[in-house]
């Protein structure tokens, strides 16, 4: 099975029409047009995978849990 971000995108496409998902693409070079998801996307990299180790996927799995929580419920 091949794994390359062409394949992927293939996937998740397929798996939107199979399930009525609308797909909206962004213009390259325009965060702000889907500035909610760069935003998380900022937080998760600079508050816990720029911060973290992690020993093995349970490991990451926790960790990701309680960012999960505090992104969500305190900040």
Not at 13 to 37: T, V
Request: hydrophobic content about 35%; glycine content about 6%; some cysteine.
């Amino acid at each position: 099975m091949c794994y390359g971000t062409e394949f992927t995108s293939r996937a998740i496409l397929k798996w939107a029409s199979e399930n009525k998902g609308e797909w909206h693409y962004i213009d390259p070079g325009k965060p702000q047009q889907n500035a909610f998801i760069e935003s998380f996307n900022g937080s998760l990299r600079d508050e816990l995978l720029n911060e973290e180790l992690f020993d093995s996927l349970a490991d990451a799995r926790r960790k990701l849990a309680v960012w999960r929580y505090d992104y969500n419920r305190v900040s």
